[in-house]
Each structure stands twice: as structure tokens, then as C-alpha cells.
């Protein structure tokens, strides 16, 4: 009964590759978010969708691309991996209406070689 | 621009200890605030959140927090703490519940002595 799940959990790779992470979410939330946890725990959003449309975009570079084919699914596809990188991705789902927080997957350890 | 200030990266107190992790906020606009914990290796669950109405919150664990708009606070309290309550505990803050992001504090690691 995973509520946000993400694949994979790990992910080592080496600079330059090109490398994707699913998030799919089974709690019929409209919204789903991509955040970044640095070395030092730091959280920050990179993404939102609302019913597969990008509604935040943050500062990141367009290496980062989110895809959303429905709006149970969003993954993160990233060309030409560097070591700054590394980190671990959350994704995260909520609802705008019914006044619902935020939900969120285990994350994805992402580590470039 | 919203922001969130943690006060201590990490906060050491003994078993049934109180157990007090301070949040201060700044916001344009009425805030949402959250408590996230974060066990090793997990994700980020909510413990508690204020949106509107009783400043005073109960969340999930024996957690509690008081919005105090007068000091920007959202300080989150335990009376008595469990070694299992030892994690990373994020605060955070949004304008509305729904679509916004969530702009989060830098973590406080709490452990727990024997």
C-alpha cells in the first residue's frame, strides 16, 4: 500500500551518463513535486506538476528535465550527470483541494562517480 | 520570499527529557507551517502542520507545536523523549497547502542519550 514510491532507490553512475528516476503515486493526488537533499540535508524544490502540467520551476539546469504522463506519474530525467549531482531526490504528491500536505517517496540516492 | 530558520543542527537531550526544537519563520503572507521527521534512509514523514485556527498543534508521536505570529515561531515540544524519537526533524513553510512548494529549514539532528 506504498503511497509514493520511487525507482530506484540507488543509483550509481559516472559523470556524463544520462540517467532517469520514476516517481509514480497511488493517493489520486493532483500535484507532484521533485525536491533535492544535499550532502548537508539541505531540501529544495526543483519541480511541480499539476495534472501533468509544470507549475514551479526552479532555479536548476535544463540538464534536468521532469516529465509527467499523468498525473499519477512524474520522473526526472537527467542528461550529463556531474559530481554536484549527487544527492538524494525526493518526490512528493499532494492535493490542492481537501487542505492535504505534502506526501513523500523514500528517495532516490543518487551518487556520480 | 519565504524562509525558515532552525535554531541548532542538532540538539542532544537525555531520555525522558523534554525535547524542544525551535523554528522561526518569515513570510509576506498568513503562513502554512510543517514538521516533517526523517528517520535514516526514509523519506520525510509529517508530524504535525498549522494552516488556520488553534495556534496550539498535536501531531502524530507525542509531538507538539504553537504558532506564535507575535515571534515567528513554530517551535516544536515533547515532554518526554524515547530514543526512538532520534531522526533529522525538518520545519517548513508554505503560503497555501495545495500547489506551493515547501521552503524548509536546514534540519535539526536530534539524539537521544540513555
Known amino acids: 500500500d506504498t503511497a509514493v514510491s520511487q525507482t530506484p532507490k540507488y543509483l550509481v553512475t559516472q559523470m556524463g551518463n544520462d540517467k532517469s528516476i520514476k516517481c509514480e503515486q497511488n493517493l489520486g493526488h493532483d500535484t507532484m513535486y521533485w525536491y533535492k537533499q544535499d550532502s548537508k540535508k539541505f531540501l529544495k524544490i526543483m519541480f511541480s506538476y499539476n495534472n501533468k502540467e509544470l507549475i514551479i520551476n526552479e532555479t536548476v539546469p535544463n540538464r534536468f528535465s521532469p516529465k509527467s504522463p499523468d498525473k499519477a506519474h512524474l520522473n526526472l530525467h537527467i542528461n550529463s550527470l556531474e559530481l554536484g549531482d549527487s544527492a538524494v531526490y525526493f518526490c512528493?504528491?499532494?492535493?490542492?483541494?481537501?487542505?492535504?500536505?505534502?506526501?513523500f517517496g523514500d528517495g532516490t540516492r543518487l551518487s556520480i562517480l | 520570499a519565504q524562509s525558515v530558520t532552525q535554531l541548532g543542527s542538532h540538539v542532544s537531550v537525555s531520555e525522558g527529557a523534554l525535547v524542544l526544537l525551535r523554528c522561526n519563520y518569515s513570510?509576506?503572507?498568513?503562513?502554512?507551517l510543517f514538521w516533517y521527521v526523517q528517520y535514516p534512509n526514509q523519506g520525510l514523514q509529517l508530524l504535525l502542520k498549522y494552516t488556520t485556527g488553534a495556534t496550539l498543534v498535536k501531531g502524530i508521536n507525542g509531538f507538539e507545536a504553537e504558532f506564535k505570529k507575535s515571534e515567528t515561531s513554530f517551535h516544536l515540544t515533547k515532554p518526554s523523549a524515547h530514543m526512538s524519537d532520534a531522526a533529522e526533524y525538518f520545519c517548513a513553510v508554505s503560503d497555501s497547502q495545495g500547489a506551493q512548494k515547501l521552503v524548509f529549514g536546514q534540519g535539526t539532528r536530534l539524539t537521544i542519550n540513555p
Open positions: 512528493a504528491s499532494s492535493s490542492v483541494f481537501g487542505n492535504q500536505p505534502q506526501h
Open positions: 513570510s509576506s503572507v498568513p503562513p502554512y
